[in-house]
């Protein structure tokens, strides 16, 4: 009889909602200037919640995923609706402490290898070159692989032995700060002088490294570092 209350009382899913384009509508939804298309290189289900995109000397496609962006104000909502209350009060609050710590299983970060392997200019299969991450924020192309943001470290990735996935892991830089995730360390990029620049997220640090003499701390500001482990 609870149980039959508590269903009873639950807010019903909306069914008007508006239903998501696929890939090819998406791309014809955009509006570009005269000369210029857009074309589908890639989409669900080979990837989820793309964070970055990378191509390699090799013309390989890297992609960075960050799974579990506000899924602890998910789970919050989800528990609300139970008790058959709309909520219409507009105001920005902090998910419960008990669904961030059940958010922590769903968040992570993966890096994937796609490939087009009928030459159509389409990926149809990707590879999990790296899993089980903190989440990541974008990823850059070095030493024959990959340079990853995902705070409180920058990570390379290389794979030596071609299955295609990473065996090679090395941790570059550790310390920097963690905390909501739209505010990680991100979208690391070549700058022209041979430096890799990223945008500044949480506070953090000291930041530790192999190759750091000693602990440094960043100011708040975009900041950058050498392929091979040295901090600008």
Same mark, same amino acid.
């Given at each position: 009889m609870l149980t039959t209350l508590t269903d009873a009382a639950q807010i019903p899913t909306p069914t008007g909602a508006t239903k998501a384009r696929t890939p090819e509508q998406s791309a014809a939804a955009f509006k570009l200037p005269a000369g210029f298309r857009m074309e589908v290189i890639a989409s *669900?289900?080979?990837?989820?919640?793309?964070?970055?995109i990378c191509w390699d000397e090799r013309g390989r496609m890297f992609v960075s995923e960050l799974h579990g962006y506000n899924l602890a104000g998910q789970l919050d909502i989800e528990e609300l609706n139970k008790s058959g209350k709309l909520d219409t009060q507009v105001r920005r =609050?902090?998910?419960? *402490?008990? @669904?961030?710590? /059940? /958010? *922590?299983? $769903?968040? @992570? $970060?993966?890096?994937?290898?796609?490939?087009?392997?009928?030459?159509?200019?389409? !990926?149809? %299969? #990707?590879?999990? @070159? #790296?899993?089980?991450?903190?989440? /990541?924020?974008?990823? =850059?192309? #070095? %030493?024959?692989?990959v340079i990853v943001a995902c705070a409180p470290h920058i990570l390379f990735f290389a794979d030596r032995d071609g299955d295609g996935k990473a065996e090679v892991r090395e941790t570059l830089f550790t310390g920097f700060g963690t905390g909501e995730l739209e505010r990680g360390i991100n979208a690391p990029q070549w700058g022209a002088d041979g430096w890799i620049? @990223?945008?500044?997220?949480?506070?953090?640090?000291?930041?530790?490294?192999?190759?750091? #003499?000693?602990? !440094?701390?960043?100011?708040?500001?975009?900041f950058r570092i050498r392929a091979d482990g040295w901090l600008g």
């Open positions: *669900e289900p080979l990837l989820a919640s793309p964070s970055g =609050v902090q998910a419960d *402490e008990k @669904f961030k710590k /059940a /958010a *922590e299983a $769903g968040t @992570f $970060g993966v890096i994937k290898l796609l490939r087009d392997t009928d030459g159509d200019g389409r !990926m149809d %299969r #990707a590879t999990v @070159f #790296a899993t089980n991450l903190p989440p /990541a924020y974008g990823l =850059v192309p #070095a %030493r024959g692989g620049y @990223f945008g500044r997220g949480w506070p953090g640090g000291p930041i530790t490294g192999p190759k750091l #003499a000693k602990p !440094m701390n960043l100011p708040g500001s975009n």
